[in-house]
């Protein structure tokens, strides 16, 4: 048997695991998307320690598993305080300071807790701005820029003062033994209100990939056969996918559309994950559109210059959060009055 990802053959007995069109850490659904004896066991397991983990634990989507209660809260596990998720107190006497969040068993609950960090008193203000310990300036840096000589001229959040100290010796400057800044987990971190950001990177651009070139597969083994993706004009995404191996062009892009016709590019939507599979206008590639929790949307090119100018796989899914259900998606030419696609 072969691989649609490393196109190795290998016996029957690689191919054990079942592979979700859909990370199943995004959903169990009643008629889920499945492929079987067409990913080796090797690179299923490639794709969940080194791709999947980062999707679902890692950007703004994954943390939105438990807002939907996809996943209970008692099963959150953080990235650590070094990850995509950028987390920033937004009011307040911490307001510029660096959080990340972690479950807490006490609270039964998901907390904001501040990462090891400290605050430079700015100079003619009374707020501070925050660096992490790996990341703290030079003194020559600090003293132009922040009061040092002032009272309370360093606060210390997320560690204690020794810990802190031992990165600031670094630097040539000293805390006190007890600095008046230091900050108290007693002022319950997890009611500040905070930014969020996240940073989108290859990792989770392959990881939006392989769900598109798994439902291409899902389609083509029961439209086309199953030889379809084995073809080389599939080479260069699956190698991307697999092996992280770019090209001169983007294969994923972030477009500012929502894939359902009658929903807005901002504002509610329908909740559920989306996946599209079509020819791209010119009719020279074949794209899909991934969208998590509807999201953001993200294209994906399958194919580039395909020659295959009669591809008739138009696809569309819904896989509906509320009743675990998925449901077709019609396009839009092709009829109207129902859940329809662009």
Known sequence: MKCIYCLEDKPNNFFVKTEHVLPQSFGKFKNNLTLNKVVCDECNEYFGNNLEISLGRDTLEGMSRFEHKVKNKHEFKSSGKKNRINIKVDEGPFKGAYAYREYSDLEDKIIIKPIPQVGFKKVD?????????????????????????????????????????????????????????EFSLSEKPSDWGCVVTARIDQIIFRSIAKIAFNYLTYWAERDIGQGFVFDSSFNPIRRYIRFGEKISFPFVVIIEKAIMYDEPIVGKRKLGHL??????????????????????????????????????????????????????????????GQEIIN
Request: contains cysteine.
């Open 275 to 336: 996946i599209t599979l079509d020819q791209s206008k010119n009719k020279l590639s074949i794209v899909s559109d991934v969208s998590l929790f509807n999201f953001n949307t993200y294209s994906v090119l399958l194919a580039k210059d395909n020659k295959w100018k009669s591809f008739s796989l138009r696809k569309g899914n819904f896989f509906n959060i509320a009743n675990k259900e998925v449901l077709e998606l019609i396009p839009r030419d092709m009829i109207s």
């Open 125 to 181: 203000a009374h707020n501070y701005e925050y660096f992490p310990l790996d990341k703290i300036p030079d003194k020559q840096y600090l003293e132009k820029h922040f009061s040092l000589n002032t009272p309370k001229p360093i606060t210390v959040l997320g560690c204690t003062a020794a810990d802190a100290q031992k990165h600031l010796s670094e630097k040539n400057i000293s805390l006190s033994s007890n600095p008046d800044g």
